[in-house]
């Protein structure tokens, strides 16, 4: 099966003179192999096409993807166009479980659940017409549990989901907070909800007024309190922090005491925590997505880091994630860098102290703590963007800062800021390049890039600029297990041969230790006062945070990842009573 992909995005389509169709070997001989559509986009006959791989290779900006795949990917379920991205086979509900949904970003997990939720009609391929569902029950003939489930939703089943991109929540809903949840409360639940996904101060409040966490929280509890016989939770950790997400995941579970759920998520703890089973998604990011059979969680994580797929015989990456089989005991006694003072910023209704640190030579420091507790802002005062108002601002230093927040306001090309930039060239093509993956955005408009894109490009930026200090704000924000993974590597390197210090704020607990030599841990109280102590050794650090958020750390036996124990289970209880949060 060959399959012909155009990112209509990227292509130039009259400015590149159309190459691609001119260079190709059907064309020149007189077939309409590549032909031209209303658009004037190129549109590639796949029936035709030899894959002779000439007009990816001589694309002036890497727009087409020619792939052979092999025979048994399973059902076309859906196709969003002529030379668009495709998705085989789907997931399925299971009864009484929660399904977890493990993959790159762009390769259809979200497709997915739209299918499932009625979003999106399957068109198994025949994207110019639409099935009837006569039709579409045929084409699931030989996928009983599909036919089934699709023959289930016209039964009065009823569904409900949470999206991906909560900010379309507040485009779409109009009001306060406190009357929107009462009109979706129909399982009265709605003190618990307001208690457990901490709404009470913003009952009062304007949707249009809330920010990115309080949004989540929001639209989880809007899903939440649906009744359904089936959910489904598109990134519901996103802008949450680490106590929230475990709140939420505990919620969610929940709800698989009386009915189906299904969640796509890319904190690699918190996926663990929630699912009882998992489904593997592998493919091309962009270009095709394929759907793994059912898997324990365990199994399916570890396979998915693997990049191997056992019972299928499907290897889809070349290389292991892997992760480190013990952990620093102690805070490195290498040189000290520098040191800065003690800070504190008072805005009125909030304030927030640090004491004074010191930070060592190619050392990672995490921050840890809860949201709106002074994280951001103290890395603001080290990045010289925010005033102290008690104790002085750092001088001398060269510091490379990326904000949480990015902006996409550049007029040009990725290549163009880049230029632009004046990052160390070196660095840059011989440690980030590549591991980022940043050359497919090269010929982008900045202003055009998605989240993931532009994180990763804001990240590559930062780290490729020489400088005394790093500092990194939410880096995890909009990528993928693979690709947060990949970041720690990154940075760990980078970081490594400069011998410059960096810190790191977020709130993905696997991310954090994999990158982190030494930790900082903020308390307080969310939105009123926060205060941070120094830095502090990894075990001691994790140990003092895990305690706060009350839960136990062990690492998997086969792939060595952090896994959250559940909570009362002998190794919790143990570790609990040995005051030893984080593992051995």
Request: some cysteine; aromatic content about 8%.
């Amino acid at each position: 099966m060959r399959i012909a992909v155009i990112d209509r995005d990227k292509c130039t389509k009259e400015q590149c003179g159309y190459l691609c169709q001119k260079i190709c070997p059907g064309v020149r001989m007189g077939d309409e192999t590549i032909t031209l559509d209303e658009e004037g986009f190129p549109v590639i006959s796949e029936d035709l096409c030899t894959g002779c791989g000439i007009c990816p290779k001589r694309c002036p900006v890497g727009a087409i993807k020619i792939i052979n795949l092999p025979s048994e990917v399973g059902l076309l379920v859906f196709q969003y166009g002529v030379n668009a991205f495709r998705l085989f086979n789907l997931p399925l509900p299971k009864k009484n479980a929660v399904v977890g949904l493990v993959g790159a970003n762009g390769i259809g997990k979200t497709t997915a659940l739209q299918l499932l939720s009625k979003k999106l009609a399957p068109n198994f391929g025949e994207y110019a017409r639409k099935e009837s569902e006569k039709e579409l029950l045929l084409h699931f003939s030989r996928h009983p549990e599909l036919q089934n489930y699709f023959r289930s939703m016209g039964g009065g089943v009823k569904l409900s989901y949470k999206p991906q991109n909560v900010e379309k929540v507040a485009e779409k809903i109009k009001g306060k907070v406190g009357p929107i949840l009462k009109k979706a409360d129909e399982r009265k639940v709605l003190d618990e909800v307001v208690k457990s996904f901490e709404l009470e101060n913003i009952l009062d409040r304007e949707i249009s007024h809330l920010s990115g966490g309080e949004l989540q929280r929001l639209s989880i509890a809007i899903a939440y309190m649906r009744k359904a016989d089936f959910y489904y939770f598109d990134e519901p950790s996103s802008y949450l922090d680490i106590a929230q997400r475990l709140k939420m995941a505990a919620k969610i579970k929940e709800l698989a005491g009386h009915a189906n759920v299904m969640v796509v998520e890319h904190d690699l703890a918190v996926l663990d925590y929630l699912s009882d089973y998992v489904h593997v998604f592998y493919g091309e990011e962009g270009a095709y997505g394929v759907v793994s059979h059912s898997k324990s969680s365990r199994s399916g994580i570890n396979e998915y880091l693997a990049g191997y797929i056992k019972g299928e015989n499907v290897r889809f990456r070349t290389y292991e994630i892997k992760f480190e089989k013990s952990s620093p005991q102690e805070r490195s006694k290498s040189k000290i860098a520098f040191e800065y003072p003690a800070m504190g910023k008072n805005y009125g209704s909030f304030s927030m102290h640090c004491e004074n640190g010191e930070v060592r030579k190619g050392e990672t420091i995490g921050i840890l703590g809860p949201n709106a507790i002074g994280k951001t802002t103290f890395i603001k005062m080290l990045a010289g963007v925010e005033e102290p108002d008690a104790g002085k601002r750092m001088k001398g230093l060269k510091v490379s800062y990326k904000p949480q927040y990015l902006e996409s306001d550049f007029e040009g090309t990725v290549a163009e800021l880049i230029a632009n930039s004046g990052i160390n060239a070196p660095i840059f093509d011989s440690e980030i390049r590549r591991r980022l993956n940043i050359d497919p955005l090269m010929l982008k408009q900045v202003k055009n890039l998605s989240g993931g894109e532009l994180q990763r490009l804001s990240i590559a930026i930062c780290l490729a600029t020489d400088a005394d200090l790093y500092l990194l704000d939410e880096p995890s924000a909009f990528l993928d297990i693979e690709q947060r993974l990949i970041f720690a590597s990154v940075l760990k390197n980078v970081m490594g041969k400069r011998e410059s210090p960096a810190f790191v704020v977020d709130h993905d607990i696997v991310l954090i230790d994999s990158v982190a030599d030494a930790l900082m841990v903020f308390e307080g109280e969310s939105g009123k006062s926060g205060k941070a102590g120094k830095p502090m050794g990894k075990r001691e650090g994790m140990n003092a945070f895990l305690k706060e958020v009350g839960v136990t750390l062990r690492r998997d036996k086969d792939s060595h990842r952090p896994r959250i124990n559940k909570q009362g289970s002998q190794m919790d209880s143990e570790q609990k009573k040995k005051g030893e949060y984080y593992y051995t």
